[in-house]
């Protein structure tokens, strides 16, 4: 006998995948970019759209979380192999738990350095810590670590992904694809 349980995603957890990963490649290639620049009213400028987009990305991320919480995700083929089962599962919460680390340490920087983000221009957000240069210079190089591990995480993700793809041919990819609709 079939499971009633769903073999796809929903609609709402492909748009939110799809959506945080374009954001927070923009925000890496952003990030990376930005710390060549000399000081100058652009990079004011490029920070400040860097953070507006890092507090919109872990907006995105808490109500992601909730959804997920929610919406149990498809299971893993029983033909993978338990190992594979437990990478898999290390994997996501590895990518969850830095979305969570690498903002929070992002805002951490900014208060210690003295930096209050504003989102959008607008609505203030509050500083965290008090202004301390080492304290701020040590985030830094926190926040520039978690993020060299983010995309070490993103390319295991994505290797993994390709290899289910194209060596074991099952669904893995496609049912996070948004074209993929099939949910029993």
Partial sequence: ?????????????KSLHWLMAVLLIGLLALGFYMQGLRLSPEKLQLYAWHKWAGVTAFLLLLFRLAWRVTHIPPALP???PKLMQFAAHAGHLALYGLMLAIP???WLMSSAKGFQTVWFGVLPIPDLLDKNKELGDL????????????????????GAALKHHLIDKDDILTRMLPAHTKEH
């Fill in 139 to 158: 985030l830094q190089t926190v926040h520039m670590s978690l993020n060299l591990l983010f995309v070490v995480t993103i390319a295991g993700h994505v």
């Fill in 104 to 106: 929070l340490s992002g």
């Fill in 78 to 80: 029983a033909s993978m």
């Fill in 1 to 13: 006998m079939k499971s009633a349980r769903n073999t796809t995603y929903t609609t709402t957890a």
